[in-house]
């Protein structure tokens, strides 16, 4: 029974086979620590055509005598994989890979599929310069694209009538001028030596003029909110520049007149709260007392615009719930 219910030895063998090398060579630390500097994890944003190619660069410097490169790659590769990368490895059946090409299909297989041949394909044909973007940066994010998928399958000619139609006029006109005349009219080879001489000037940018508005202006490419946002931010600066004015002037000594009593009531030499025509009730309303304060503030020599701090209050209070109304449409903010 232990016999039969033992694990079986057989069937962990690896599913790249190495070609038998007739010469003394094995692996060194120093080989697997540089390969392993860069390995791939199998993540959605990896490319894995980039890996391939830095891998090739990698053991392209590696020569040891009647040693294969292929077979050298195909025992280094397993090192620069890690994740689920080296878990899709592990799981290929044993003995599947036999050359370098094999194994260098099914790895773009695995980790490119059709599906991000196709987005990547569309991205490359919806190309567009962005604003801001200079020539150079434009020029740089294309071949960023053909370089993300190599066998996007567009001739030279498809990539540069596809790279000029996406530029804007100012760039348009300037290929057009390096071309003396049409620029889709040369010969691609020369229509790429234009581009490249181009795109070595990279501090060159045709960048939209964004103007400044005043807020004033009329612009109709200016949103009505804006425009509203901008006269109620500007009679609140407005508002508190005339209030630090008026304070100013409040503290600059002066003389000041004796204030006579005066009722807002009936018009008396007496206070309000003295009044006949009250019949003897004591009034404290504030809108009152707000008068009084206005009335004994007027009587101030050189002082005759000013106007007390319950106007301002009154004034910054609605400025304030105007923008923020405006900011926050919808919030139940009290009644202005």
Known sequence: MAQLLQAPTEGYEDAIVIPEINANFELKHGLINLVQNKQF?????????????????ITSTMRFPN???????????????????????????????????????????????PSKTTNLRNEIIRFQQRFDESFYEAWDRFNDLLRAC????????????????????????????????????KMPRECLRI???????????????????????????????????????SELKNLMKTMLIDKQKAQAPASVKAVEQSCVTCGGAHSYKNCPATDGNVYQDNIQEYVSQAAAANFNQGNTNSRPPMVFQIQIRTCILRLLVKLFPGFPFPPI
């Open 195 to 233: 581009i490249e001489s181009k795109s070595k000037v990279r501090n060159s940018r045709n960048k939209a003029v964004v103007a400044k508005v005043s807020s004033n202006s009329s612009t109709p490419g200016i949103s009505p909110d804006v425009a509203a946002l901008t006269t109620e931010v």
């Open 41 to 57: 994890f199998g993540h959605d944003k990896e490319d894995p055509h980039a890996h391939i190619r830095y891998f090739n660069k």
């Open 150 to 185: 190599p066998h996007h399958g567009f001739s030279e000619l498809h990539q540069l009538d596809t790279f000029y139609n996406a530029l804007n006029a100012n760039d348009q006109d300037s290929l057009n001028s390096a071309a003396g005349g049409n620029f889709l009219d």
């Open 67 to 113: 040693v294969p490169s292929t077979s050298i790659k195909l025992m280094l590769f397993p090192f620069s994989l890690e994740g689920s990368a080296r878990i899709w490895l592990e799981k290929e059946p044993p003995r599947s890979i036999l050359t370098w090409d094999d194994l260098v299909s099914k790895f773009i297989n695995q980790f490119f599929p």
